[in-house]
């Protein structure tokens, strides 16, 4: 089992920005990729980002959507067993509860839907105000 812990949520002016963070235990972290979803009231539960860590290479991967590209930034600390989420430049749009997940990796894969991730976060809110 992986418990995840997500924090720094909360309310913001559009153009503002904030930083999510997500704590892990539980497993090994760096045997999982880290990806951060977002629901909206009354929508399905999107890709925001996602991070993946190669030993071998030890390189960094990341995936974003289209949506926040050039505004958000994932980020990892495998030292401290954390995946972060800077959210620059934000709009009302952004408003959602953003949630925190895990996948094992499989070589560079970076999953996009929520059905490979096994364990996730309890969510965080972050409302943008216009």
């Known amino acids: 089992q992986v418990q995840l812990v997500e924090s720094g949520g909360g309310l913001v002016q559009a153009g503002g920005s904030l930083r999510l963070s997500c704590v892990a235990s539980?497993?090994?972290?760096?045997?999982?990729?880290m990806g951060w979803f977002r629901q909206a009231p009354g929508k399905e539960r999107e890709f925001v980002a996602a991070i993946n860590w190669s030993g071998a290479s030890r390189l960094f991967y990341t995936d974003y959507a289209d949506a926040v590209k050039g505004r958000f930034t994932i980020s990892r600390d495998n030292a401290k067993n954390t995946v972060y989420l800077q959210m620059n430049s934000l709009e009302p749009e952004d408003t959602a509860d953003y949630y925190c997940?895990?996948?094992?990796?499989?070589?560079?894969?970076?999953?996009?839907?929520?059905?490979?991730?096994?364990?996730w976060g309890q969510g965080t809110q972050v409302t943008v105000s216009s």
């Open positions: 539980g497993r090994t972290f760096t045997d999982y990729v």
């Open positions: 997940a895990a996948a094992p990796t499989r070589g560079r894969s970076l999953p996009t839907t929520t059905t490979l991730y096994d364990y």
